[in-house]
């Protein structure tokens, strides 16, 4: 059994395959981070986020959302200057938007029960043989796509909330010749 192919060579992407990719996520606050960081992976490569994250974290003062819901501009001029994180004036504005429709989104139901909801609480179960069998996008993908955008969050389209849906394991969509496929489809 091989891991998946997108994994490796560098040991920070192993760790993450092998720890944390496809575990299904189901605390708020933890899903909304990680939307986030997807979002800020867009045009770049997931590992440039994976060794930038303990920064991300430390910069967004631990993604909780409900103070960088508060943030405006002197937050903004500050996280453009930190070198440690991705300096994208749209994606760092984006954040504190998403952070204030998370919040009102959280009115109604966690952020957790809104994602789970599309799956009706349980990981749906992909058996891919190939990286190329894997879509960069579904109907679900595209349908919370737009609803998130619908209720004001920006950064979402459809091929960064599947990749996060992957990552949360919402979709189980680890190869089936990874030994990570059965060990999350047993957590689910």
């Known amino acids: ?11 920070i992407y ?14 708020s ?22 060794k930038k994250r303990e920064n991300f974290r430390a910069a967004f003062e ?8 508060t943030w405006g501009a002197p937050e903004v001029e ?24 998370y919040l009102e989104l959280s009115k109604d ?30 109907p679900m993908s595209k349908a919370m796509s737009k609803d998130l955008k619908k209720r004001g969050f920006k950064f979402c389209g459809p091929t960064i909330v599947y990749a996060w849906l992957q990552a949360t394991g919402v979709i189980n969509d680890h190869l089936i010749t990874c030994p990570r496929h059965a060990d999350c489809a047993a957590m689910a």
């Open 109 to 138: 139901q966690s952020f957790a029960d809104y994602v789970w909801g599309y799956v009706d609480g349980t990981p749906l179960q992909n058996h891919w043989q190939t990286l190329a069998d894997v879509p960069a996008e579904t």
């Open 62 to 69: 631990g993604f909780h959302p409900h103070v960088i819901a």
């Open 29 to 50: 606050r933890a899903l909304w981070e990680k939307l986030i960081l997807d979002g800020f992976q867009a045009g770049l490569s997931w590992i440039t986020i994976l």
């Open 78 to 101: 500050r996280l453009l200057q930190n070198e440690g994180i991705i300096r994208h004036r749209g994606k760092i504005e984006a954040t504190i938007t998403n952070a204030q429709a």
């Open 1 to 11: 059994m091989e891991r998946c192919g997108w994994a490796g060579p560098d040991e």
């Open 14 to 27: 192993l760790t993450y395959h092998d720890t944390d990719w496809g575990v299904p996520e189901r605390d």
